[in-house]
């Protein structure tokens, strides 16, 4: 079934081409959540108009993003832990303790966005990143101190 994609799917094709998938991938996967639409005539001859909608949607979620990037950037988390005498913590700080604290600044974020490979299990500053958007990558400062 020949599909014009509304969005970037991974190993499938870029937001705008017209790819040729699965009739089950199309009916059951792609058109459902709104990532493509059939290649009837119509669709494609209003494939420039359809671009350009997507095009002005990416430009906006991109400038959301990059304006949560900027605020998140701006905030210092500080977190009291009660840690040994070689300054290792007792407990940890993981993604969801960023996220909490996130929530706390009125920023909502998932989890799975928050990019720390392990928890910070040591006193002193560390760096989390945060997966804003494929393009728009956050820093948070961290910053965990003895209680």
């Known amino acids: 079934m020949k599909v014009i994609l509304l969005d970037d799917i991974a190993k499938v094709g870029r937001r705008g081409e017209v790819r040729d998938v699965s009739d089950g991938y199309a ?5 459902p959540k709104k ?9 494609l001859t209003n494939l420039e ?21 900027a605020r998140i950037e701006s905030l210092v988390y500080e977190e009291r832990r ?4 070689e300054g290792k913590l007792f407990g940890s700080v ?5 996220v909490d604290f996130l929530a706390a600044q009125g920023v909502k ?11 910070i299990k040591a006193l002193g500053e560390a760096g989390v990143a945060i997966r804003l958007h494929p393009e728009v ?5 961290v910053n965990v101190v003895r209680e």
């Open 27 to 31: 009916r059951n996967f792609l058109i």
């Open 35 to 43: 990532l493509a639409l059939s290649a009837t005539e119509g669709n």
């Open 49 to 69: 108009h359809i671009k350009k909608q997507q095009d002005a949607k990416a430009s906006r979620v991109r400038a959301d993003a990059e304006a949560l990037r």
């Open 82 to 85: 009660q840690a040994s005498e």
């Open 94 to 98: 993981t993604a969801q303790d960023v």
């Open 109 to 119: 974020i998932e989890r799975r966005r928050v990019q720390l490979e392990e928890p």
């Open 137 to 141: 990558t956050a820093h948070l400062k």
